[in-house]
């Protein structure tokens, strides 16, 4: 198989999906070509992916090759480089971003989501998650600006990326409260005396844009100087934080009502070097799977991440 590995193309984004030290059995018995400088955010250069048997190519042959590998969701300028019938195998959150299930549908391009490959119980076979807390509770914490033993944490889940926030906001000893369903059901309850305010929760489908937890007449019970730290980052309208909209790692807050907000598209980026390996420690079996077999030989719990639109 010929494989593509892409740069990631937006602002301030260091990562890439796969590193030359598992990328060699792959290399190995298929042709791999690696975009130049797709390393050299966390300072991998092009001749250590060479001296792991892939080619340096430019952005146009990496796009042209039959399955193309990438993090993040692709723009359409990169979707109009590739050849119809491929696949395109990153993050996409196709539910979430119709706009791009319509590009991908309209250029006649596969794709295969990492973020839904699941194994045998279900779980993500390609995450950050606990990191995505870690990181963004680490941000909300630079954005209060304040000492965290004096910090009152109220956090909207209890998942990973839950977790992760749990953990960061313990080892600062900041003041933690866990809002479980009935909670939620009563922010306006929970909101005065917050300083930091985590959401961690993946908000229904069907609630999205419908069903807010705050609203905006909600942030005037919050101190000043408070800040809303989302951290799954849903597209604009979709969070249960109705004036959240996502931010990015070169601008990653604003400020509503007095009010700061982040929703940083990238939480695990703020680490590039450490998720960088985590992904392609986790990447590399399974692209090693899909190369070996083929795109039409595909195992079913691929086949479940795989969509076909040629």
Do not use: C
């Given at each position: 198989?010929?494989?593509?590995?892409?740069?990631e193309s937006r602002h301030a984004e260091k990562r890439v999906i796969i590193e030359p030290p598992q990328?060699?059995?792959?290399?190995?018995?298929h042709e791999v070509l690696v975009e130049s400088g797709a390393g050299k955010g966390i300072g991998i250069s092009d001749g250590e992916y060479e001296r792991a048997g892939a080619k340096i190519a430019a952005k146009e042959d990496v796009y042209g090759c039959e399955l193309v590998v990438r993090l993040k969701e692709p723009e359409e300028e990169e979707l109009r480089l590739m050849v119809p019938g491929s696949t395109m195998m990153s993050m996409l959150h196709l539910k979430g971003s119709p706009s791009l299930d319509a590009l991908l549908k309209k250029y006649g391009l596969n794709s295969i989501a990492l973020e839904e490959l699941k194994d045998p119980l279900g779980r993500r076979m390609v995450e950050a998650?606990?990191?995505?807390?870690?990181?963004g509770m680490k941000k909300g914490f630079e954005l209060w600006g304040g000492d965290p033993k004096n910090c009152s944490v109220k956090i909207m889940g209890y998942g990973k990326v839950a977790f992760g926030a749990i953990q960061y906001a313990a080892r600062m000893f900041a003041r933690i409260e866990i809002l479980?369903?009935?909670?939620?059901?009563r922010m306006g309850e929970h909101i005065p005396g917050c300083d930091i305010l985590v959401n961690?929760?993946?908000?229904?489908?069907?609630?999205?844009?419908?069903?807010?937890l705050i609203n905006r007449g909600m942030l005037k019970l919050f101190k000043k100087g408070a800040v809303i730290a989302d951290l799954i980052s849903n597209p604009a309208g979709q969070s249960p934080i109705e004036t959240m909209h996502p931010t990015f790692l070169d601008d990653i807050a604003f400020e509503v009502d007095g009010v700061t907000h982040t929703s940083c598209?990238?939480?695990p980026g703020l680490d590039p070097e450490g998720v960088s390996r985590r992904y392609s420690i986790q990447v590399a079996p399974i692209l090693k799977t899909i190369a070996d077999l083929g795109l039409?030989?595909?195992?079913?719990?691929i086949l479940k991440a795989y969509t076909k639109n040629a």
């Open positions: 198989m010929r494989i593509g590995i892409a740069a990328l060699g059995d792959i290399a190995a018995a998650s606990y990191q995505a807390g870690l990181q479980n369903k009935h909670d939620t059901a961690a929760i993946d908000w229904p489908y069907e609630k999205r844009g419908k069903v807010f598209w990238s939480w039409n030989a595909l195992p079913d719990h």
